[in-house]
């Protein structure tokens, strides 16, 4: 069972060395999309620091609806004109089905598995890149972190004007 109480605790301490920044925009420009598993240390695997990158994380990182939403702010109102979107080996919604994750889950929804990283990365890519108010954006990537090495590879990579 999950001890909650030593994430108020471990706060104490992180909160006396606690430096805020003066504002919220990311200073890189950039937005990443990526899987919630837990062996994926995003801002580690791509030298991010606090305050330069918006890191959106679901299942699988797949582009649904809820993060074409958090990015039409991202790219509107604080000036991101690149968005990464890096899946990872060893991904629990690679290689089975929606049908297969509904029967284990019990809940019926739309999970967005895969079978294969390049087709699901160019799928998100070309939902990015047509959807309208994504216009601002203007390079998408498609990336793979690899969980056993740490080594990210680039798969795919689209440019606009
Ligand atoms: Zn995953």
Redesign the pocket.
């Known amino acids: 069972m999950a001890d909650i109480d030593t994430l108020l605790a471990a706060n104490h301490s992180y909160s006396r060395s606690f430096a805020s920044l003066p504002e919220p925009r990311p200073s890189r420009h950039v937005a990443v999309v990526s899987?919630?598993?837990t062996r994926l240390d995003v801002r580690g695997a791509l030298g991010l620091g606090i305050g330069e990158a918006h890191i959106l994380r679901n299942?699988?990182?797949r582009v649904t609806d809820d993060v074409l939403r958090s990015l039409a702010l991202s790219t509107n109102a604080f000036g991101v004109d690149a968005v990464v979107l890096m899946?990872?080996t060893r991904?629990?919604?690679a290689g089975v089905t929606d049908a297969e994750l509904r029967s284990d889950t019990g809940a019926e929804v739309e999970f967005l598995a895969f079978s294969d990283h390049s087709e699901a990365l160019q799928h998100d890519i070309g939902v990015i890149a047509g959807t309208p108010f994504l216009d601002g954006v203007r390079t998408i990537a498609g990336w793979l972190f690899d969980v056993d090495t740490g080594v990210v590879s680039e798969l795919h990579r689209r440019h606009r004007r």
Do not use: V
Request: hydrophobic share 25%; proline share 0%; charged share 10%.
């Open positions: 899987c919630m598993d299942a699988g990182g899946q990872h991904c629990g919604l």
